[in-house]
């Protein structure tokens, strides 16, 4: 089992560009969550999907978007990337929610 | 909201020495789950121990424990004959009755002497 994977590991993005985070599990989860990491702070919550069919606001919504396509993947839309959006984006599952997440290897965005 | 505190941002340890990381919490529910996790220079996310909130018995991992004071709201990490492997971010983290994830604190980077 590969548990969570990421996809890109790096990306380099000029402000406006948009691109997608790519996000899948093989542990048979029904909740996933992306979380952003910045220098000197715990994750922060942006999105989560407590199960297929739904998606939910996090702490830092603003910005971004996503898509639950199946039970195994869960994507993060950055529409016009900014500056501020430069930061480490980590993906998790859990079985349910409130039971242990775990987490993909993240992906580290430079947004110039 | 829920709140994390973390008030070591960094604490220190002799290889084979028992170190303490502290946490604590603000909550207003009764139910819920804390955590921590590792986080290596490898940046992955690894949980170290689990407890839910219902039990008063305090979880143990190896040599990972914690002591759970509901009443203090607090959560603090013992870990017990400190390892070079051992050294790493450790986060606390909240998870209550909502569907809407973890809250983590800011973590303390812990650093093992040799």
């Known amino acids: 089992n590969a548990g969570v994977t990421q996809t890109p590991k790096f990306q380099v993005l000029k402000t406006g560009q948009s691109m997608t985070l790519q996000c899948a599990q093989d542990m048979n989860h029904n909740s996933m969550y992306w979380y952003r990491q910045d220098p000197g702070m715990g994750l922060r919550l942006i999105y989560y999907?407590?199960?297929?069919?739904?998606?939910d606001k996090g702490e830092v919504p603003n910005g971004y978007n996503v898509s639950r396509l199946n039970k195994r993947e869960f994507s993060l839309r950055l529409e016009s990337a900014a500056p501020s959006q430069t930061s480490v984006y980590f993906c998790a599952s859990s079985e349910f929610f409130r039971e242990t997440q775990y987490f993909g290897p993240g992906t580290r965005l430079l947004v110039l | 909201a829920q709140t994390v505190t973390q008030s070591q941002p960094e604490m220190s340890v002799q290889e084979a020495e028992t170190v303490t990381l502290s946490c604590t919490y603000d909550t207003s529910e009764s139910d819920y789950y804390l955590f921590w996790y590792k986080q290596p220079p490898s940046r992955q996310m690894i949980l170290v121990i689990r407890?839910?909130?219902?039990?008063?018995q305090n979880a143990t991992e190896n040599r990972f424990s914690v002591n759970f004071q509901k009443a203090a709201k607090s959560f603090s990490l013992k870990i017990s004959d400190s390892q070079l492997g051992d050294a790493a971010m450790y986060f606390c983290a909240y998870s209550g009755g909502g569907a809407d994830g973890l809250t983590f604190g800011k973590g303390t980077h812990l650093i093992i002497q040799p």
């Open positions: 999907s407590a199960s297929e069919g739904t998606t």
């Open positions: 407890q839910e909130a219902y039990k008063q």
